[in-house]
């Protein structure tokens, strides 16, 4: 079923985005990477409703009926699903197709899809996926993130552009790009500390030699 607040408009009322003009060029497929922080199932729902060709990676739930549902419910709002699993021609067609892909990338990364950057002043392993799309097709990388605003009672959203210039040295770039979504979201989450999702261990991957489990 399609959700209350979207069914009903009423998504209008209670998500207000900044920077929405950014995502409106559809000429062109851009990476749009953002974090667990605010509601972010709401704020991606507000973002799909008014841009109109908004993509997002998932990772499929374990629990098929569950994993079903959650779908539904997230394409039935405006966004379309890429899972992780899925093949990389399909999220270079969603770019060519001048879709906005959405990468969540503030979760612990396993060694073989992360590197290590600087998070809270500890080397946190970080997904690189949606840096390595950026460089490799020449995309332009956005940051978006949310909170709940008590004053006005409305989840807002800010996107901005990431202002990055490669140098041509491939592993430099990289981790240059990712360590500057990462920075986005330390200071996004140091003005909303307590509308984080500190519960995930974003830390669990240690650099080689370092306790393997600080929790």
Not at 12 to 20: H, N, S, Y
Not at 98 to 108: E, S
Not at 135 to 159: A, C, G, H, Q
Not at 196 to 214: A, C, D, L, M, S
Request: glycine share 4%; charged share 30%; net charge positive.
């Amino acid at each position: 079923k399609i959700p209350y607040y979207v069914k009903t408009k009423e998504i209008e009322k209670i998500v207000e985005i900044k920077g929405l003009d950014l995502l409106n060029d559809t000429k062109d497929g851009k990476i749009l990477v953002t974090a667990h922080i605010g509601n972010w199932e709401v704020a991606g729902a507000g973002v799909a409703y008014f841009i109109k060709n908004l993509n997002s990676l998932a990772y499929r739930i374990k629990n098929k009926k569950l994993n079903r549902l959650i779908t539904e419910i997230r394409e039935n709002s405006g966004i379309k699903i890429i899972f992780h699993d899925q093949p990389l021609k399909d999220f270079v067609k969603a770019l060519k197709n001048g879709k906005t892909i959405a990468f969540l990338v503030d979760q612990n990364a396993l060694a073989h899809r992360g590197i290590f950057v600087d998070f809270f002043n500890l080397k946190a392993s970080t997904v690189t996926f949606p840096a390595k799309l950026a460089l490799k097709y020449k995309k332009e990388v956005f940051f978006s993130y949310n909170y709940y605003d008590k004053k006005t009672n409305k989840i807002i959203v800010n996107i901005e552009k990431l202002y990055f210039k490669p140098t041509g040295n491939y592993e430099e770039d990289l981790k240059n790009l990712v360590q500057t979504y990462t920075k986005k979201i330390e200071e996004a989450v140091r003005k909303h500390p307590d509308q984080y999702f500190w519960v995930h261990k974003r830390w669990k991957t240690r650099p080689e030699g370092q306790p393997e489990n600080i929790y």
